[in-house]
């Protein structure tokens, strides 16, 4: 059995509430290109400066910031990034 047998197979056995999901996985990879978006791509530019003015810090340094000082520490960043709501 090919590995496309195999993927006929488990779509046909697949319950139909995941069909969408599968769908939709199964576009995204068929994509020749993966591409970000203009507000994507600005993001990334506007990360790469923060990190080369060196407004950044390690994973390390971060796991230590006292949880009550965090949202104080990083949360202007964290908004506009809309990590946290």
Known sequence: MTVKDE???LIEILPD?????????MRWLAQEVDTL?????AEVRLGEAEIASGHSITLDELQLVDRSS???FVGP????LMLIQ
Request: proline content about 0%.
């Open 7 to 9: 993927m006929r197979m």
């Open 17 to 25: 509430d995941a069909t969408s999901d599968a769908l939709d996985y």
């Open 77 to 80: 960043l964290l908004d506009r």
């Open 37 to 41: 978006t203009e507000a994507e791509l």
């Open 70 to 72: 965090f949202r104080s």
